[in-house]
């Protein structure tokens, strides 16, 4: 089984892109490839000018949203977007920066104390987002960050997400 061949991708600086293709085609082995997840068999792997096709997906400036949401359900909303600069030690003044910040882009202001379970599917993918924004990456990659959502939730995060691309001004 072939997951991806031959392929060259090249996305400019702040462009925003959707890999559209049937299921087993090799979209989510792709970005999982750009964000360090999967190590190619062959190629190289450039962010910017940099190749990082060796480097650990920590130290490549991308964020990755996963279709399946995996949200921590022991910890609060504060504590799921700020669990990863927690693990990077970041200061406590410039994790709760970050996380206001982020929590103010997805529209979370207020519910930074909910548990997950009490929160919508949309929401819950907006926590997921907020995480990943609060890294500050060059690169977001969301592998369908839609596909758990009803028809009406799924048209509104569409446009949250055209929004969030313009607002953030990353690729």
């Keep these: 089984v072939t997951a991806v061949d031959d392929m060259n991708l090249e996305i400019e600086d702040g462009e925003f892109i959707c890999l559209v293709g049937p299921s087993g085609c090799g979209k989510s082995t792709t970005m999982e490839m750009i964000a360090g997840l999967t190590i190619p068999s062959e190629g190289k792997v450039f962010i910017g000018d ?4 060796n ?3 920590k130290d490549r400036g991308v964020a990755m949203v ?3 949401i995996a949200l921590f359900p022991h910890m609060d ?3 799921n977007i700020s669990f990863g600069l927690r693990l990077r030690n970041y200061d406590k003044e410039e994790i709760e920066r970050r996380v206001e910040r982020a929590a103010e882009i997805v529209q979370l202001q207020g519910m930074l104390e909910r548990m997950p379970d009490e929160m919508s599917g949309g929401q ?3 926590v997921a987002i907020a995480r990943a924004i609060v890294r500050e990456p060059d690169v977001f990659l969301m592998d369908e960050p839609l596909a758990n959502l009803d028809a009406k939730l799924k048209v509104h995060m569409r446009t949250e997400l055209q929004r969030l691309h313009k607002e953030l001004d990353t690729t």
């Design 50 to 53: 940099r190749e990082v096709t």
């Design 55 to 57: 480097l650990p997906p």
């Design 66 to 68: 996963f279709q399946n």
């Design 77 to 79: 909303v504060y504590d």
């Design 124 to 126: 819950r993918q907006r």
